[in-house]
């Protein structure tokens, strides 16, 4: 199934697995029914979660009923648990950069907040839009979301500057990337052109660097107040394992 996975991920552009998704989706619900792991965000319950990965593939990683890998599951419990984001009386105004399948619909049907998605080439996107160049005014969002999308740019810096320009004063953003916690700097390469090669080294084909710890300090640069949010140490052991999620993993909350 491994190989399968993979052979599937590195042959079929993306907009078109977003789509083919929608189909499989409910199949693979229903092979795989149990109990041992459950997704948070739907609560359905499965005997195992699918493998996943570009280059080398984690297993137990990606839910069958909503797709959601363990940064998904990770952040819907923050946003839960800790935010009003699902809650708030007052209206509040997204952005949600490569809307992800299993928040699309369900952040589409909240009344509490006005929703906007955005991206070049996703099927799920409102506005089509470099994330470079926004065609959105200063000050325009209450909470912006854009996870694991600037791994993929590569001029980072004037993405984030843009994430600031276009987020509220007092506003917050969430901008999860995939990170080396081992890795006091960044990492990149341009000379590595096989995709082979780019996906074992930065963990996806299609991916211009490895970001280490130095990431944070960034964002602080370009005039974010960042939380280093390690959020599952502050979940119970048995429901880390059980929600399949990466322990350890950092949640960059960004203010304004």
């Excluded at 297993?59 to 699902?86: A, C, G, I, K, M």
């Excluded at 640069?221 to 059980?242: M, S």
Aim: glycine fraction near 4%.
């Amino acid at each position: 199934m491994k190989k399968i996975f993979k052979f599937i991920l590195n042959t079929i552009p993306r907009p078109i697995l977003i789509r083919l998704s929608i189909v499989v989706r409910p199949i693979l619900a229903f092979l795989l029914k149990g109990s041992k792991f459950t997704d948070p965000i739907d609560g359905k319950s499965f005997r195992m979660f699918l493998p996943y990965g570009y280059g080398n593939q984690r297993n137990n990683v990606l839910s069958p009923s909503t797709l959601s890998l363990e940064r998904h599951r990770l952040l819907w419990l923050y946003l839960q648990n800790e935010t009003d984001f699902f809650t708030s009386k007052t209206k509040k105004r997204v952005l949600h950069f490569a809307p992800e399948q299993e928040f699309y619909k369900r952040f589409k049907k909240q009344t509490n907040i006005d929703y906007t998605t955005t991206d070049l080439l996703s099927p799920l996107a409102d506005v089509k839009a470099d994330i470079c160049n926004l065609p959105f005014e200063d000050n325009a969002y209450d909470i912006i979301l854009c996870n694991h999308v600037l791994e993929h740019i590569p001029d980072d810096t004037k993405a984030m500057q843009e994430l600031y320009r276009v987020l509220k004063p007092g506003g917050m953003g969430i901008f999860q990337i995939p990170q080396d916690l081992s890795r006091a700097t960044t990492f990149s390469d341009d000379t590595i052109v096989d995709q082979k090669e780019r996906a074992k080294i930065f963990g996806q084909y299609d991916h211009v660097r490895v970001y280490g710890r130095d990431y944070f300090d960034k964002l602080r640069r370009i005039g974010f107040k960042v939380v280093e949010e390690d959020y599952t140490n502050k979940i119970a052991a048995e429901l880390v394992e059980k929600y399949c999620l990466a322990k350890g993993e950092i949640i960059p909350v960004c203010f304004k």
